[in-house]
DNA sequence: ATGTCACAGTCCCTGTGA
């Protein structure tokens, strides 16, 4: 079973490039993140041409997650419960595993509101998946908005007292791993410098000027199970990239 | 560090968010 995280930075933009990434790489599961769409303008019928089933979780103008699945799509949940007017968060179980798209909240700077609704919604995920079905899979995936490590930032130097690299941030999603997932890219490549996210200012991407902020958190058993997990980098290149490329996993169930 | 992109509103530019 391979599944995909990736934030495409509005699927109306990018639908070109998310059908052509589909078709060429044929995931079973894709998570997205900021469709930047509402419901009515998701693209159920193409997505069931190419053979995926879809649930949205789109707000409009911003934000807006989907599971993409060619395995089944189930029990569906939007959302922590709270009306949230942001729409961050889907669940849906897929071929046997529990699979959420996450979206966290930038944060903006450590001083900004944004920053709060960022600790408290990390909070929030880990209740939620402390909650769960522990008889199943789980994959929690998507674009977590915060590089867990150093090596995960391209100068920790340049993110002095900034958002995505401070120590409330790394330690909320410690306390996700706490329940007991590992993030994976990290987990198999403890040493590798991959980045996930490149700023489209500066020629930040042929600098390399990144981020890994693209996570797959998932339970140990299939970590276990974990063929290879690989970031696609070619889909930052050519006409109207999106500025996060997808991560990838495949497992062997 | 700010060499970009996407969106909405009102329209061919500006403010906002990332």
Same mark, same amino acid.
């Given at each position: $079973? ?71 799509? =189930? ?8 009306? =949230? ?47 769960? =079905?522990?008889? $199943? ?117």
């Amino acid at each position: $079973m391979k599944v995909a995280t990736w934030n495409v930075n509005s699927l109306t933009a990018r639908w070109f490039r998310v059908e052509e990434w589909l078709v060429a790489n044929a995931p079973d599961i894709l998570l997205i993140q900021e469709t930047k769409q509402d419901d009515a303008k998701f693209p159920f019928a193409l997505l069931n041409e190419l053979g995926y089933g879809a649930a949205h979780h789109g707000q409009g103008q911003w934000n807006g997650v989907a599971i993409l699945s060619k395995v089944g799509i =189930d029990d569906v949940v939007r959302g922590f419960g709270d009306n =949230d007017p942001e729409a961050r968060l889907i669940g849906a179980t897929c071929g046997g595993v529990r699979v959420y798209s996450c979206y966290v909240p930038n944060g903006r700077a450590l001083d900004d509101p944004h920053y709060v609704y960022k600790l408290k919604w990390l909070a929030q995920l880990r209740d939620l998946v402390d909650q769960r =079905d522990r008889s $199943m899979h789980i994959v929690v995936g998507g674009d977590f908005n915060v590089a867990p490590h150093d090596l995960d930032c391209y100068d920790p130097s340049v993110f002095q007292g900034a958002t995505h690299v401070s120590e409330p941030e790394r330690e909320a999603l410690r306390a996700i791993e706490a329940t007991g997932l590992v993030d994976l890219t990290w987990s198999l490549h403890p040493d590798e410098q991959i980045f996930t996210w490149w700023d489209y200012r500066n020629g930040s991407f042929h600098r390399n000027w990144g981020l890994r902020i693209d996570l797959l958190f998932v339970d140990p058993e299939l970590r276990a199970i974990t063929t290879a997990t690989y970031v696609d980098r070619e889909a930052r290149k050519g006409e109207k990239p999106s500025d996060h490329v997808p991560v990838v996993a495949d497992f062997a169930l």
